[in-house]
């Protein structure tokens, strides 16, 4: 044990006996080890600096900017945090009486109430715990409707080109055909494809608005005509919502059922997985089928109303609390204008940065110019000429300290370069990250190719990384 001329001998000697105590009481003698643990014998110094240094060869958010298309990794407000660790938060067990924890009930039905208003929807359960698994719950919705009126042979879902890969991964979990449409020489929504496309057998028309070029779906009004004329549902994937917030509401554009994803937008940080929240917001006549239970508010009182036809449930409890209580306290702190002011800057910076890069000519912009809050440039051209790919640029920006963009999506554009600056980034930082991507792009080829020379980690082969994962500390041995 860690001994230092601070502490008190007599102490330190009492404290060492009561913790040799401890294993004795907690675990029975048959279950104990018997010989000494095979861990390397550390003292606390050791120790402190093997875990700091850990945490410094990781990248995160606080580390600097984190531009993931798609993602939306900003930064995260510490109060939401501080705020969700108070006891009567965190150590709520929710198998308690609703009598006893009617705070959180309000809480929560206060949040369904916000994002009624952001999104223009009637309805929303805070269930799901995941932008995916909303999706999934929201195609449940859709399905179930369809068949309340009798309309069952609508198992078809069309989706853009340019949609994210979990929506046609959540339309085949939830039973459908997938039908593909490609996207105009603009980036968007062929109109006329989508008409043809179009039958009495589909279900639901899928689509993220602004889609994920960054570019706004100006014919959305037309859109939604066009698939209601078919008795068929619009979709909306609203994992983007960071920038439309207070300024266009997918409820308004004639979406039907939405999901919007709290952990990106609203303020938690997320990544590797979790934690996460992907409620889902329904107009008026899909209400009745929300999953159970609902929290109803009734003289006063907040209730768990398990009684009416549902899909039924679809995530153990109410969801994940916590990050509905960041999401809650987020939207309280910045109020109306102030969401509406982090769209208008996320958007400002996706255009200030799309158009130092253009300007540069390292990078080519296909589609459309204007974006909401990411775009997605390509180095095709590197490649053709140079033969220095998209995974080469973001690698090497690893070198410069950066976290790289998404790359290799969305599918149409080659050699995808995704870039999300979010509203949290100072232009200083916006400017540098530019930069250096100039910079790369007229580096030598070996050292592109190379890269990252300075990280901790070098290149790893992706292709053995994806067939034989490692997940559990015994496939380890293999390197052994
Ligand atoms: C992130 C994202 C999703 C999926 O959300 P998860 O929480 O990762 O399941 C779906 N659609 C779009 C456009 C996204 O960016």
Not at 105 to 130: D, K, N, R, V, W
Not at 297 to 306: Q, S, V
Not at 444 to 461: F, G, H, Q, W, Y
Request: with cysteine; hydrophobic share 35%.
């Amino acid at each position: 044990m860690y001994r230092s001329a601070i502490y008190d001998e007599p102490l330190l000697i009492e404290l060492e006996s009561k913790i040799k105590d401890i294993p004795e009481k907690v675990l029975p003698l048959s279950l104990q080890r018997k010989e000494k643990a095979n861990i390397p014998d550390l003292d606390e110094t050791q120790i402190v600096r093997h875990f700091l240094r850990l945490s410094q060869m990781n990248y995160g958010i606080e580390s600097g900017i984190y531009p993931l298309g798609s993602c939306t990794m900003k930064y995260n407000p510490k109060i939401c945090e501080e705020i969700a660790k108070w006891d009567c938060f965190a150590m709520t067990h929710p198998c308690q009486d609703e009598s006893t924890i009617q705070g959180n009930l309000q809480i929560l039905y206060e949040l369904e109430q916000m994002l009624c208003e952001i999104t223009g929807m009637h309805s929303f359960t805070l269930q799901p715990a995941a932008g995916a698994q909303g999706e999934f719950t929201g195609l449940l919705l859709a399905k179930t409707y369809h068949d309340f009126n009798k309309d069952f042979n609508r198992n078809e879902i069309i989706l853009p080109d340019t949609s994210h890969g979990t929506n046609p991964a959540s339309a085949t979990m939830a039973g459908y055909k997938i039908i593909e449409i490609p996207s105009t020489k603009e980036g968007t929504v062929d109109l006329e494809i989508l008409e043809k496309t179009l039958s009495e057998k589909t279900a639901c028309f899928m689509l993220t608005n602004p889609n994920t070029l960054g570019i706004f779906e100006f014919d959305i009004l037309k859109i939604s005509k066009m698939v209601h004329a078919k008795g068929a549902l619009l979709y909306y994937d609203g994992a983007n919502i960071n920038a439309i917030m207070g300024k266009a509401r997918p409820g308004d554009m004639g979406f039907d059922i939405v999901h919007l994803n709290l952990h990106k937008t609203f303020s938690t940080p997320h990544g590797g997985g979790g934690p996460g929240a992907g409620p889902i917001g329904v107009k008026k006549k899909f209400e009745r089928f929300l999953p159970i239970p609902r929290i109803v508010k009734k003289n006063d009182k907040y209730h768990f109303n398990y009684d009416h036809e549902s899909i039924g449930k679809v995530k153990a409890y109410y969801g994940n609390f916590s990050v509905l209580l960041k999401a809650y306290i987020y939207i309280l702190l910045m109020g109306n204008n102030g969401l509406k002011e982090t769209s208008e800057v996320a958007v400002l910076n996706s255009n200030y940065m799309k158009k130092k890069i253009v300007d540069s000519k390292k990078y080519k912009l296909p589609y459309k110019d204007l974006r909401k809050h990411e775009f997605v440039i390509s180095c095709e051209h590197l490649r053709q000429e140079r033969g220095i790919r998209a995974l080469d640029v973001a690698k090497r920006l690893l070198d410069y300290g950066l976290h790289p963009p998404t790359i290799y999506f969305p599918l149409i554009v080659k050699e995808a370069l995704m870039i999300e600056p979010t509203e949290s980034e100072s232009k200083k930082n916006l400017d540098k990250y530019v930069e250096t991507l100039i910079k790369i792009a007229e580096e030598d080829k070996e050292t592109v190719k190379n890269a990252p020379n300075n990280t901790s980690v070098k290149r790893v082969d992706e292709a053995d990384a994806v067939k034989n994962p490692i997940l559990t500390w015994k496939s380890l041995q293999r390197y052994k």
